[in-house]
């Protein structure tokens, strides 16, 4: 496996892994911060901000923030709270899809 796709796999296993902890949160959603923090807890992430991942899932339509003012690269500043769409339920529920870049 080259370095480009590892570094895919590490992206797809971050994503699956924010979803993931979205499903458990209350009413679907968790506060950015407390994904950061669990993220790096297991050694997934060594950077708090994670506004790459929240921007891939953000731009599938997957996830949103309940503030309209929160962005993903304002998120972790401003710690906002991330839930699942009803189009990102639908996707956890159908098992994704192998093409999304996400693995659940």
Known sequence: MTKFEEAGRANATIRGYILR???KGRQ????????????MKDGLVSDPDIWEPLKYLTDMGLIEFTDVRITPYTAYERDGVARLTT??????????????????
Do not use: P, Q, T, Y
């Not at 679907?28 to 993220?39: C, F, K, P, Q």
């Not at 339920?89 to 098992?95: C, K, M, Q, S, Y």
């Open 21 to 23: 902890m979205l499903v």
């Open 28 to 39: 679907h959603s968790l506060m950015v911060r407390r994904i950061s923090n669990d993220l």
């Open 87 to 104: 189009k990102g339920i639908r996707f956890i529920e159908n098992g994704g899809d192998d093409e999304a870049g996400i693995d659940l």
